[in-house]
Structures are given as C-alpha cells and as structure tokens.
C-alpha cells in the first residue's frame, strides 16, 4: 500500500456537467476526508467517513455534491450541475482512528477546472 | 467556530536565512496542532504537538507549541531553495472532528 490515491488528477468540465472523483485510502485507515483548497487558501474541510458511515458534513456541502463510501474502503466524490465557482483541487486524506502520531495522510488531489 | 490563523502568509528569503512561521488558534477542546508541507500537491506530515513547552524536532526544522497563549512557531535555520513550500497549520479538537487548517504561508527561498 503506497499510500492515498486520488483519480483522475485533473479534469476539465463545462458547467453544467457532472463530475465524480474517487479516493483509495490508506488501506488499515477506516477514517477518510474530503477537503476542497482554492488558490492561496488552506484545505476547507467537506465531508468525512467513519468506515462506511458519513458522519459529518460542511456546511460548504452545497445539495449538488454527494459524497458516498459505500464498502468502507473507497470513497466517491460527485459533483451535480458543476459551476465555475467548483473550480478547485479536491484533497482526500485518510487517518486511523487508533490516534495516528502522524495525522492525516493526504493524496495529490484532483484538479478540477470547469470552463 | 475554529479558527486558525497563519502568519506571514507569504515570505521571501535567501539560502542560509533563519525562517519563523506563527500560527494561532481558536479552538474548542484543543487536542493537537499539526504542520504540513505543500509544495505541488498533496500536504506532507511535518509535526504533531499536543503539549506545551515541547520542542518536535527534524533536521533543520523544529517547532513548539504554547497552549496557554494558543500559538506555535515552526523554524527552519539553513534554508535552501528545497524548502520553498506552503506550509500549513491545522488544528484538532476532541472527538476525532476533522481537522481546521489555515491558509497557509508561502515561502520563496531564493539563491
């Protein structure tokens, strides 16, 4: 296991499309994260899942984005009717909830661009 | 709310110079600060501190937490052009809520 993977890393969309992303977490990681980060801004936290469980969600979370983790292992990110506004890097990160001594350990993002 | 705040958010040095990035917090049962290093992508695990006065050390980095005054320093003596990053403070609270970051202070380590 090399670590969180995040697909695809970059996407171009028209608005008005619909987007999904996937994370694989670190695989004896049952915590996983969504952040959104906008130029010269830190990570904003979305979403995050216990297992399979959504146990908490942003306010930011518009009702056009959905989050699921269905097997408690991989999680997708789905983004309905994108607007220019969505345009972002898409963090994952995964965590143990054994009290990691090294936080959360993130993936490289997906860009998303929509035009 | 959970606040975190960086400071400066951008800095430009030269090879060798002494870096001091501040970060300060407002949060509801603190339970750890971290730092992070981004440079193109993904936010890479510096520090975690949950206790005050204790300095976390690496190389030529090094930070501290003061819980009383609710802030930490992360320093870099020596830098090099390879330290040119975003570096990112993040706060935790009790109950596992995910973490609060900052936006961030951009260094430019210039030759």
């Known amino acids: 296991d090399t670590g969180v993977s995040q697909d695809p890393r970059h996407k171009i969309t028209k608005r008005g499309q619909n987007v999904t992303f996937r994370c694989d977490p670190i695989s004896e990681h049952n915590r996983l994260y969504w952040y959104r980060q906008t130029l010269g801004q830190g990570p904003e936290f979305l979403t995050y899942f216990q297992n399979e469980a959504q146990l908490e969600k942003s306010r930011l979370l518009s009702n056009r984005f959905s989050a699921e983790r269905p097997k408690g292992s991989f999680s997708t990110l789905e983004i309905q009717r994108t607007e220019q506004g969505d345009s972002a890097m898409y963090l994952c990160a995964s965590s143990s909830d054994r009290g990691s001594r090294d936080g959360y350990t993130f993936g490289s993002g997906t860009r998303l661009t929509v035009v | 709310e959970d606040k975190v705040v960086q400071s400066p958010l951008s800095l430009v040095v030269h090879e060798g110079d002494t870096v001091t990035l501040n970060c300060s917090y407002e949060v509801t049962n603190f339970r750890s600060l971290l730092w992070y290093k981004q440079e193109k992508k993904a936010p890479t695990f510096l520090f975690m501190l949950?206790?005050?006065?204790i300095e976390k050390k690496s190389g030529r980095l090094s930070s501290i937490l003061d819980k009383k005054e609710l802030f930490s320093i992360l320093n870099i003596t020596a830098t090099q052009t390879g330290d040119s990053a975003v570096y990112l403070c993040?706060?935790?609270?009790?109950?596992?809520?995910?973490?609060?970051f900052g936006k961030g202070t951009r260094l430019s380590v210039i030759a």
């Open positions: 949950t206790s005050s006065g």
């Open positions: 993040a706060v935790g609270a009790s109950g596992n809520t995910p973490l609060v």
